[in-house]
């Protein structure tokens, strides 16, 4: 068994694990980026089918949970 850590293994631990940290934020900050653009695309999308579909009934698209007339 191996005796208490002395101080600067100890700080050589936690210099790795904070580097380890750093580089998994940094990952994580960069997949939410992603996210948010991909999310902010498909809002543009979404706003842009709302408008023609608008356009070619002149009124308001009918909420998409609502049963269609035949029930």
Same mark, same amino acid.
């Given at each position: 068994m191996c005796g208490p850590m002395n101080?600067?293994?100890r700080i050589t631990r936690l210099?790795?694990?904070?580097t380890h940290l750093q580089e998994?934020?940094?990952q994580q900050d960069?997949?939410?980026l992603e996210l948010r653009e =991909? !999310?902010?695309r498909m809002r &543009?999308?979404?706003d842009t !089918? &709302? &408008? =023609?579909a608008r356009s070619e009934t002149g009124q308001e698209s +009918? +909420?998409?949970d609502e049963r269609p007339p035949h029930y």
């Amino acid at each position: 068994m191996c005796g208490p850590m002395n101080t600067e293994e100890r700080i050589t631990r936690l210099e790795e694990a904070f580097t380890h940290l750093q580089e998994h934020v940094g990952q994580q900050d960069k997949v939410i980026l992603e996210l948010r653009e =991909s !999310l902010d695309r498909m809002r &543009r999308e979404w706003d842009t !089918l &709302r &408008r =023609s579909a608008r356009s070619e009934t002149g009124q308001e698209s +009918p +909420p998409f949970d609502e049963r269609p007339p035949h029930y």
